[in-house]
């Protein structure tokens, strides 16, 4: 019987033995389990950040990328007008260095012819110079109105001033110089005496 209650106290210890066992398992499971968790939150969170900061840096890039682009555009449309304007005004400088020969024209028609070789050398140079003028409008050039016109600044160029009771105000009286224009651009303005 001793022997009986032996092994009776033998399993008990055993029992007992193996449910601490059991109990410092599940404890060391649950710890193990805490550690991995705590492992996997910290990876997660890391991950986490690392998406942040990558989607921040994405954005970003997409505004970089959308201003570039804004950038690009707006260049393309600054040449492109710049092409036009090139095109438009491509024979500004050759008018404005043909203005003072064709001044010398319009003088040198205004002399008197007395004999048969002048008017007839009068006539070629009259030629002459509705060849270069009709050249000129054919460029786009026109001839500025002055006589009789409202003294416009940007067209006319106020040389002398008079007191006229015939004229209205500020109303162009005489051109010295005739003015021209490209399209839309002044290439050179009348040169005119003003009513004041």
Do not use: C, W
């Not at 959308?66 to 040449?79: G, H, I, M, P, T």
């Not at 024979?91 to 007839?120: C, G, P, V, Y």
């Amino acid at each position: 019987m001793a022997n009986e209650n032996t092994i009776k106290e033998e399993v008990t210890n055993q029992e007992e033995m193996n449910t601490t066992q059991d109990t410092t398992m599940e404890s060391t499971e649950t710890s193990n389990e805490t550690i991995v968790n705590n492992e996997e939150q910290d990876e997660l969170t890391k991950a986490n950040e690392k998406i942040a900061d990558l989607e921040q840096k994405v954005q970003e890039y997409e505004n970089k990328l959308y201003r570039v682009q804004a950038d690009f555009e707006n260049y393309k449309r600054r040449v492109r007008l710049d092409q036009e304007a090139a095109q438009k005004y491509r024979a500004q400088s050759l008018i404005s260095d043909m203005l003072s020969s064709i001044d010398n024209f319009e003088r040198a028609m205004k002399i008197d012819a007395e004999d048969e070789k002048t008017k007839t050398l009068l006539q070629g140079m009259d030629m002459v110079y509705r060849g270069l003028i009709e050249a000129l409008k054919n460029e786009g050039v026109e001839i500025i109105d002055a006589v009789g016109q409202q003294f416009d600044p940007q067209l006319h160029q106020a040389v002398m001033q008079v007191e006229d009771s015939e004229y209205e105000s500020g109303v162009v009286i005489e051109q010295f110089q005739k003015g021209y224009k490209l399209k839309d651009r002044v290439i050179r303005p009348s040169m005119v005496k003003v009513n004041q």
